[in-house]
């Protein structure tokens, strides 16, 4: 069965530190795999998505992610992160019904 | 502007008053579904449609029901809402339900059954 894990449940930063957090999932065969966003109040919204081709997907907002099929991995990076990105952020995988499989997310906190 | 919609938005009820959320999207999109928030455990599915009159069981259908009378809508049903089932609950959709579809998602509905 496919899985995800997300090891870091919260992690708070200064503005302008650097950001990665760390996805890991469970499947064996062809995967495609996303990064959702919720800042508060809202719904998700797509970061970014891996399908194939080249490993290391940007997305927007200045966010990145490196798919390392070896380790299983899938982290979203982001070089400086200002306090607008505090957020709670989803690592998801495709499931084979056509759904989301999530991972239990990260709150990222950004301290001006 | 392509969208998900819910209503309501934030629902608090009592313990066996049936209720239902609606979920409409205006994309055309085929695939519709619908999640369960719950601190510490994510995003899990709880019902979903491949098309019109097609739906089924996600990871958490008990308990709930849906249905798929027109392609762009989808309500979620509560026939006796219990407290376990107090939740952030989010739509949505999709083009086809392919893998390498984006999923669209509706602003939630906060619900609290007491």
């Known amino acids: 069965a496919q899985s995800v894990s997300q090891h870091n449940h919260h992690v708070i930063l200064s503005e302008a530190a650097s950001l990665e957090l760390g996805c890991n999932y469970s499947y064996g065969g062809t995967v495609n795999l996303f990064w959702y966003v919720q800042y508060p109040g809202q719904h998700l919204q797509l970061l970014l998505k891996y399908f194939s081709g080249d490993p290391l997907v940007k997305g927007i907002k200045g966010f990145e992610a490196e798919f390392i099929k070896s380790k299983f991995s899938f982290n979203l990076r982001k070089p400086s992160v200002q306090w607008s990105d505090t957020a709670e952020y989803f690592c998801?995988?495709?499931?084979?019904?056509?759904?989301?499989?999530f991972g239990k997310g990260t709150k990222l906190s950004v301290k001006p | 502007e392509a969208q998900v919609t819910q209503n309501p938005r934030y629902l608090i009820t009592v313990t066996g008053k049936k209720l239902t959320v609606t979920c409409s999207q205006n994309m055309n999109h085929e695939y519709m579904s619908w999640y369960r928030q719950d601190p510490g455990l994510g995003l899990r599915q709880i019902y979903y449609?491949?098309?019109?009159?097609?739906?089924d069981k996600g990871d958490v259908p008990e308990g709930y029901k849906v249905s798929r009378k027109e392609k762009r809508n989808f309500p979620l049903i509560l026939e006796s809402p219990s407290p376990n089932q107090t939740s952030l609950y989010f739509c949505a959709s999709s083009e086809r339900g392919s893998l390498t579809d984006t999923q669209y998602f509706g602003p939630g509905t906060r619900l609290t059954v007491l």
């Open positions: 998801a995988i495709g499931g084979s019904q056509g759904n989301l499989i």
């Open positions: 449609s491949m098309n019109v009159e097609v739906t």
